[in-house]
């Protein structure tokens, strides 16, 4: 079996990471407090070996390691369930102060190895490690710098593995610590070079799904969380469980990345819509469809007609014809054909389970790879940018050892990573240029060294 490893890093880690848990835990028929299997199917038991562990007496636990820089997120954890391994749990004495560079310097940089001695004992325990999934917030310190940390040791240690993040984007119309932007853009490289998926949760679109399609007035960090643990139930249901057309991690890989550096995804599910409103909902795999597609029920706050789609897939889950299914996801990319690049002729892919999620009779979840995307990535710079003119908060970085120009080549890369989506936009730039491809920056400089 293709086993997956999670690592949940930092507060909001840790708490969408044991939302996640909750969620397929009970996919799986797995009592959430007590670990004991409780299920009514032998299908809930065939692949559960992908995120769990089993012991002797039939008792599961999460393959999940916990890491805060503190302990105060853990501790509620390790009292909440006994999916978790009191072993797995590696905490600081202090926390990293919403710095990228305590995380990545002083406080992250005394845990490390704590943290991947973990990381060993549980790749050494599986039969056939298929990646690691990392769940994280680019907003904090210890979620940015020491995920950081993090990545660049898994891509040296096992470097035939895929790294697969859930990361969290600030947002500064929902900011709670000023330098959120310092610490995303200080992200980006190691997301860029270090990271083979990157799914973008965006706080600004997770408020909105919440007030608009949910209509619950006052949202808490529960409700998004939980959508969150959703749209990863989705995107992780073909590993999990059989299905008409399945896709694993390194299939979702190859399918939705065609230059390695453009690897940051959008998410989305469906349905997302109040209890009110489920009463006119048809309940069909066309409006699965038509919603998967809206910017209403993206977990990202772009616009995906101010862009075009390099990829894009869409799993389903529920009892539904194939056939159905290839026909609405082909006539969504007819109908909107300028909207999707020319130079990849097949860029649309479709998933099926049949088993549903829990309380719905089927679903939907959308991974798009656009060049839209440079609107959150801008987003980051030009807050980041505003505060480095008037050099504001920088003493906070240096004060720990951080260099001021490696803030400078984050605002670098990330110019890099926007000119590169935005060049792969264009449809006749292989031709303008004397190529019959579009030209990858990273990839560009690593072939010449320079």
Known sequence: MREIITVQIGGAGNAIGDAFWNVITHEHGIDFKSGRFCGTSQL????????????????????????????GQ??????????YRPENFVSGTESAGNSYARGFHTDGAAILEDVLNNIRREAESVDSLQGFQLIHSIGGGTGSGLTALIMASLVDEYPDNLNSNYVVIPSEKMSHVVVE????????????????????????????????????????????????????????????????????????????????????????FAPLISPKQQQYNKGTVSELVQQIFSSNNLLCAVDLRQGKLLTAAGIFRGRMSPREVDQLMTNVRNKNINHFVE???????????????????????????????????KRILDSATAMYRRKAHLHWYTGEGMEEEELTDAFEQLKELMDTYSRSAADEVGEAQGETHVSCAFCTKAATGR
């Open 343 to 377: 130079w990849i002729p097949n860029n649309i892919k479709t998933a099926i389970c049949d088993i549903p999620p829990r309380g719905l009779k089927m679903s939907a979840t959308f991974i798009g790879n656009t060049t839209a995307i440079q609107k959150m990535l």
């Open 44 to 71: 809930q038991l065939e692949r559960v070996s992908v995120f769990f562990n089993a012991t002797a007496s039939q008792k599961f636990y999460a393959r999940a390691i916990c890491v805060d820089t503190e302990q």
């Open 74 to 83: 853990l501790q509620k954890l390790f009292g909440k369930s006994d999916i």
């Open 181 to 268: 932007p310092y610490n995303a853009a200080l992200s980006i490289p190691s997301l860029v070079n270090f990271s083979h998926l990157t799914f973008c949760l965006d706080n600004e679109a997770l408020y909105h799904i919440c007030s608009q399609n949910l209509r619950i007035s006052t949202s808490t960090n529960e409700h998004i969380n939980h959508i969150v643990a959703l749209t990863m139930s989705g995107i992780t249901t073909c590993l999990r469980f059989p299905g008409q057309l399945n896709a694993g991690l390194r299939k979702i890989y190859v399918n939705m990345v065609p230059f390695p550096p453009l690897h940051f995804l959008i998410p989305g």
